[in-house]
C-alpha cells in the first residue's frame, strides 16, 4: 500500500507494522554507526510496478470483490505525478550529511 511507513493500511497490518520497523531500525542503526561516520537511511517507496505489487493488489482486491489488477489501479489513480514508479525511479542520494532518515519516492501519493 502506498506510504506504509507513514500510515497504517486495513488487511494490511502485519506488512505496515513491518515498515514502521524498518523506520524505527533505520534510525537506531544511524545513531549507532555515526561513530564510523557511516550514515544509514532508508528509501520508502510508493507503488513500484513489480511483482510484489501484484501479491499485494490480491488482499484489497479479494476484500473489495475488484478482479485482478483493480487495486493497484485504484490506488495509482491518487499519484500526483500520473504514473506508476519503476525500480529504477528509486535511486540513491549522494549525500555525505544525510542520516537517520526515511526519504519518500511515492510520486506524491502521501499526501493525497
Known sequence: MPGATARPFPLLGPYSASKWAVRGLTQ???????????????????????????????????????????????????????????????ASTDSDHMTEQSVMIDGGIQFS
Do not use: F
Not at 30 to 54: K, L, R
Not at 58 to 77: C, F, M, N, T, V
Open 28 to 90: 537506531a542503526a544511524a545513531m549507532e554507526w555515526a561513530q564510523h561516520d557511516i550514515t544509514v537511511n532508508a528509501y520508502c517507496p510508493g507503488i513500484v510496478g513489480t511483482a510484489m505489487w501484484d501479491l499485494i493488489d490480491e488482499r484489497p482486491a479479494d476484500h473489495e470483490g475488484l478482479r485482478k489488477g483493480a487495486a493497484i489501479q485504484k490506488y495509482s489513480e491518487l499519484i500526483h505525478l500520473g504514473r506508476v514508479s519503476v525500480p529504477e525511479d528509486v
